[in-house]
């Protein structure tokens, strides 16, 4: 198992004009999000293929990986991190997490991000003996302020995790925090963990949209009240709507 034999299983996968979609779709190009990414073409389904086989592939190895500039050899060593994070035992997770944060600067595009924050970022800080503690919160408070855009959708994108189990008050804190953040990225990111809310304890996202709807970038707005019915969509997004409607989501503080 060696790093030169995963980099040309990898490139066995390649497709030339997958990877000159791919440059576009992820804005590779001057001036986008993510200028200077290098794509070769290889599917997710494929990658996964090779998280299953590599699994066990050493951490320098996966660094090696993480450094490359290639998107697909960056994803490979995020996904195995990942898959490994679900299966360790603490001492285990605690190295996991400490290689993401050391390399945070290669996870650089937004499905390296959405994929690998959660998994290991969210659960390490979760599920670590004392659940978040201050030192957590303080980390992902940190990531939202950075300069980075990635950095700061980590911080959000992280927070899915504490989502899932039903842990809601990290998301809102940086909700709130991002709220006049420049880029549609942060929007998007934000909006789509406040909808995620919302589905599993809608009165708590309602409550955030009603103190906050007038502030709210329209991307983050509409991403979060996706699957509302209309009327109350309109009234979310207007201010609209009929008696019955207003008085469901109650009034604006």
């Excluded at 995963?6 to 001057?30: H, M, N, V």
């Excluded at 990942?82 to 650089?108: C, G, P, S, W």
């Amino acid at each position: 198992m060696t790093l030169k034999v995963i980099r040309s299983e990898l490139r066995a996968s390649a497709d030339r004009e997958k990877a000159k979609f791919l440059q576009r779709f992820f804005k590779c190009g001057p001036g986008g999000y993510a200028e200077g990414d290098r794509f070769i073409g290889v599917t997710v389904p494929n990658i996964r293929k090779l998280v299953r086989k590599y699994r066990e592939f050493p951490f320098i190895g996966i660094v090696r990986l993480l450094e490359s500039p290639i998107h697909e050899e960056r994803l490979l060593a995020l996904l195995i991190l990942t898959d490994r994070m679900k299966k360790a035992q603490t001492r285990d997770r605690k190295n996991i997490f400490e290689i993401y944060l050391k390399y945070l600067k290669h996870v650089n595009n937004w499905d390296l991000v959405d994929l690998s924050a959660g998994p290991i970022v969210g659960l390490y800080l979760l599920e670590r003996p004392g659940g978040i503690q201050e030192s957590g919160q303080r980390l992902l408070d940190r990531l939202a302020s950075s300069r980075r855009m990635w950095d700061r959708r980590i911080a959000i994108m992280s927070t899915f995790y504490f989502i899932r189990n039903g842990s809601f008050s990290a998301t809102l804190r940086l909700a709130r925090a991002l709220l006049d953040d420049e880029e549609d990225l942060i929007h998007k990111a934000v909006g789509w963990m406040l909808r995620e809310v919302g589905k599993r304890e809608l009165e708590t996202e309602e409550a955030f949209l009603r103190k906050y709807r007038r502030r709210m970038p329209r991307t983050m707005l509409r991403y979060s009240i996706e699957r509302f019915p209309e009327k109350k969509r309109k009234f979310f997004l207007h201010g609209t709507g009929s008696d019955k409607i207003q008085k469901m989501v109650g009034s604006d503080p």
